[in-house]
């Protein structure tokens, strides 16, 4: 009798014990990632939720870390994301339309472009706080340590995103719309402003979210443009000094010594909440624009 | 239905249709020419898509291009409102009269050309906005003048659609069916006053209700408008237009690539019942596709 | 042909007009070009920052000192500039970043592309966006305040300096997951169904589907992942910054506090530093060494990424 002739009977146990194994192992290295992500949430809300305060909302640093709070810190944040947005939107925009509509991809220059914005998008952020120290702060412009010397770094530092982001939903759109709008008679910058960038606004605002989103959080470029760790102001305009949430963590986790009569760092841990949630809000806002606006052609 | 014709020989067109005659009497199909084509090549990249174009689009008349498909009657329907020039690397040659002035001259404006001489695609593409504004973009980006809601009620009127959407001018154009979209692109075509339509394989993309609505209205849009229209469908062509082109596709002499040509223009009637060329026959009888 | 002058035709249609210069268009198209040149300027403000003041730099220092000196104290008189120290404190975290981060990341992006639930699938990518989005700073936090005292000394019962390169190392090996881990899933998801079901059709086990089939053919992709986990590992600052120390130890031994690079640049530049002084040299000739390593790092992903997307368009 043939061994195809006999009963196919349930697999071997120890292929199944190797399957489910493997099954497990894998499953628990997504777990620990995720493990992490809750143990980091749950250290830094039990460390910080005890000092959020609307006098922490609206304190200056100080000494004293049960006078010590925000405010400063926040609306250098404030300042410093306006000047950031106010760059990157015409800026990311006008150059991602120039990459989708004008420019010819065979010609090496717009190339270059292509493959220079790629680099960028890798360089590490400490090197765009070196190039806004260099350049911005001191050098050929010479700002100053200031809110617009460390907004527009911060803004270098993101274009890569809005840049990426832009092209993506330019490309979206579909060639029928142009043929249409350049069949009735409408220009080239006709049928984008009035057709291509509408239709890309959705996609185009997701990205510049994002960007923003990572901006926040930046600490090394803004530390090697000389964001000041301990002010007792808040900006007063675009060329006033400034501090910024993360810079304040920081000062707090290892500039300032702690002891335990004066400890700072739950006041770290409460500025991260609050840096956490303006970044969740500022994430649901993608999330909800993209599920609602994003055309499906 | 998808065999080419090949043809070593090279064939002279005909042309047939003698077109300018202003004062003369017309025989009802003597017609004065909106379009003369002479000689007209177009190519992409070196590469030659249509060769050795010559025939008459007649004013008020509806012409329709047939032929197997690969043949070039989109390129060549794409030279008569300059579309070719969006196409990088695309080049046409020979000579496009559009009321014996040089489409392509020098000095030509090819938006002012686009203006005069509309263009309806195979896929309905509304824009993605409202019924109305689709009809207002073309009026608006021109400057054109005068009442917009005047104009876009007009416009929608012409294009037999204005029963169907008054009460929802502002709703968004994606909601409509396939037959209504393509009635409002022909909409938003006559809103910017054309003297030619040219449409490409408009109902190919419909049913067979909407196609017919369709048809019924390029023939009433004929008395205001001359029309080129490019279809697959013979018997549409047969249905609706009063002179055909058919087009075939050879293999060029050094058996490189396909080229399009035209072997036959003349009456409708002639075309479908007694064609000069016996691969026009092949064609209209079905024995090729 | 005839020339194309204003005609009357018979018909009485206007003749077309001459083609307006429409100088509009001209200055929009001028506008969108400069735009795109501030990425262009952006690099070579980069590169011409960097390299002028390195440039200098080198005229004090020797080259050969630099690159393979053991001791770096460039701050204190009369100074040493063996820039080894940094780079291998860079490595030695981005080593052991990468132990965590490669094994979790790929078995993750296993988990989600061939055994996952697709509801599961959209639960947990929200999550793994939110842990990559975290402020390193945070991350820098919790590796100083939490990870150092409560796991490795309290759990584990290591000795560790409380500013030590492995609590960094580990950290930043899990912000480094989702990247890992997203690029490969999407490399893995994107081999084509028939492949698996060939497998399957002759009798493989998901296990010998999922490591003999799916990640063989979406081995460019996962690689290109890697290396650029690599480059942010590299290029990362604030969790070194808080939690290792600042201490330039030419040292393996993780438990140890180091300085890398990145965190030499950002402890020295503060704001007020004199132009032109020594430190403000150091911090551009470092400056320089990593942005060649990230550069190298990258051109070397970006080959591979297009080698994977080659395979299946």
Redesign the interface.
């Known amino acids: 009798m043939s061994a195809h002739g006999q009963a196919i009977g349930p697999p071997a146990t120890s292929?199944r014990l190797?399957?489910l194994a493997?099954?497990l192992?894998?499953?628990?290295?997504?777990g620990?990632?995720?493990l992490?992500?809750a143990?980091?949430i749950a250290?830094?809300a039990v460390?910080g939720i005890g000092h959020i305060s609307i006098d922490f909302l609206t304190s200056d640093p100080s000494s004293q870390a049960d006078q010590a709070g925000i405010q400063p810190a926040l609306l250098g944040t404030v300042y410093l994301m306006a000047v950031c947005l106010l760059f990157i939107v015409?800026?990311g925009v006008?150059?991602a339309?120039?990459?989708e509509e004008?420019?010819?991809g065979s010609r090496w220059w717009n190339r270059?472009?292509e493959i220079?914005?790629?680099?960028?998008a890798?360089?590490?952020?400490?090197?765009?706080?070196?190039?806004g120290?260099?350049?911005l702060?001191?050098?050929a412009i010479s700002l100053g340590?200031v809110v617009l010397a460390g907004g527009l770094t911060l803004g270098?530092l993101v274009?890569?995103v809005v840049?990426i982001a832009g092209r993506e939903a330019i490309r979206a759109v579909?060639p029928?719309?142009r043929?249409?709008?350049?069949?009735?008679?409408?220009?080239?910058?006709?049928t984008i402003w009035?057709?291509v960038l509408p239709?890309s606004v959705p996609g185009i605002a997701t990205g510049v979210i994002l960007a923003l989103?990572?901006a926040?959080?930046?600490?090394?470029p803004l530390?090697?443009?000389?964001?000041?760790t301990f002010i007792t102001f808040s900006p007063t305009g675009l060329d006033s000094a400034f501090s910024a949430m993360?810079i304040q963590?920081?000062d707090w986790?290892?500039g300032r010594p702690s002891s335990p009569s004066n400890d700072f760092?739950p006041l770290?841990?409460a500025a991260?909440l609050v840096?956490?949630a303006l970044?969740m809000t500022m994430?649901a806002g993608a999330?909800w624009l993209r599920n609602r606006y994003e055309?499906k052609w | 239905m998808a065999t080419k014709q090949v043809r070593k020989e090279v064939v002279i067109p005909q042309r047939v249709a003698p077109g300018v005659q202003p004062g003369g009497p017309e025989p009802s199909r003597q017609r004065e020419a909106i379009f003369r084509l002479d000689d007209v090549s177009v190519s992409y990249g070196g590469k030659a898509a249509v060769r050795e174009i010559a025939f008459d689009i007649g004013r008020n008349e509806i012409t329709a291009l047939i032929g197997p498909s690969g043949c070039g009657k989109s390129t060549l329907i794409r030279c008569l409102n300059r579309m070719n020039d969006l196409i990088p690397g695309a080049r046409v040659e020979g000579s496009v009269l559009y009321h014996g002035q040089d489409l392509y001259g020098k000095d030509v404006d090819a938006v002012e050309v686009r203006k005069r001489i509309g263009m309806v695609f195979q896929k309905p593409n509304p824009f993605p906005k409202s019924i109305y504004d689709n009809i207002a973009f073309g009026p608006r980006v021109l400057g054109m003048k005068g009442h917009m809601d005047d104009i876009v009620e007009r416009a929608l009127t012409r294009a037999a659609l204005w029963d169907e959407v008054k009460d929802r001018l502002k709703a968004n154009a994606f909601g409509m069916s396939g037959g209504q979209q393509q009635r409002l692109c022909i909409a938003r075509c006559l809103a910017v006053e054309p003297d030619v339509i040219l449409m490409d394989e408009p109902c190919s993309a419909l049913d067979p209700i909407s196609t017919g609505k369709i048809e019924d209205l390029m023939l009433e849009l004929e008395q205001d408008y001359s029309i080129v229209i490019v279809t697959h469908n013979m018997q549409q062509a047969a249905r609706v237009s009063d002179k055909t082109a058919f087009f075939t596709v050879e293999l060029d002499a050094e058996q490189k690539h396909r080229t399009g040509r035209v072997v036959e223009f003349d009456d409708t009637e002639r075309i479908f019942t007694n064609p000069s060329d016996e691969r026009t026959e092949a064609y209209v009888t079905g024995k090729v596709g | 042909m005839e020339a194309g002058t204003a005609a009357r035709a018979a018909s009485g249609a206007p003749a077309l007009g001459a083609a307006r210069r429409r100088y509009g268009e001209d200055l929009i198209k001028g506008l969108l070009v400069l735009a795109a040149l501030v990425s262009v300027l952006t690099t070579t403000g980069i590169v011409v920052s960097l390299l002028s003041e390195t440039i200098v730099f080198f005229r004090d220092i020797p080259l050969f000192d630099y690159l393979f000196g053991t001791r770096w104290s460039p701050l204190f008189a009369p100074g040493s500039f063996g820039v080894l120290p940094l780079v291998t404190g860079t490595f030695l975290i981005t080593g052991i970043a990468l132990v965590v981060a490669v094994p979790l990341g790929l078995g993750a992006a296993i988990y989600l592309s061939e055994y996952a639930h697709p509801r599961t699938r959209k639960a947990v990518k929200p999550a793994l966006e939110l842990l990559a989005g975290i402020p390193t700073i945070v991350f820098g936090y919790f590796a100083l305040t939490f990870f150092t005292p409560t796991i490795l000394r309290d759990l584990l019962g290591m000795q560790v300096s409380i500013f030590n390169a492995l609590a960094a190392g580990i950290v930043m090996g899990f912000m480094i997951i989702p990247t890992i881990a997203s690029i490969s899933e999407d490399a893995m998801t994107a081999v084509p169904g028939s492949l698996r079901e060939g497998a399957f059709g002759l009798g493989a086990s998901r296990l010998q589907v999922s490591l003999r089939v799916v990640l063989p053919a979406a081995l460019s992709g996962v690689v290109a992942a890697i290396v650029l986990g690599v480059s942010r590992a590299i290029g990362e600052t604030m969790i070194v910054l808080v939690a290792a120390g600042q201490v330039p130890n030419l040292t393996a031994d993780a438990r140890k506090p180091v300085e890398t690079m990145t965190t030499f640049i950002g402890a020295t530049a503060k704001g007020d530093l004199p132009t032109g002084s020594t430190e403000y040299k150091t911090i551009f000739a470092v400056g320089t060494t990593l942005f060649v390593i990230t550069l190298l790092m990258n051109a070397v992903s970006i080959r591979f990424v297009r080698k994977y997307r080659q395979v299946y368009e």
């Open positions: 292929r190797k399957d493997f099954r192992v894998m499953l628990s290295c997504l620990l990632a995720l992490l992500l143990v980091l250290d830094v460390d015409p800026v006008a150059t339309v120039y990459l004008y420019a010819d270059l472009i220079n914005i790629q680099n960028l890798a360089v590490p952020s400490t090197v765009y706080g070196i190039l120290l260099a350049f702060v001191r050098g340590q270098l274009l890569p840049i579909p029928s719309i043929e249409g709008s350049m069949a009735l008679g409408a220009t080239q910058w006709q009035r057709q239709a989103a990572r926040i959080g930046e600490t090394a530390i090697v443009v000389g964001a000041a993360p963590v920081f986790v290892s760092r770290a841990a991260i840096l956490l970044l994430n999330i055309k």
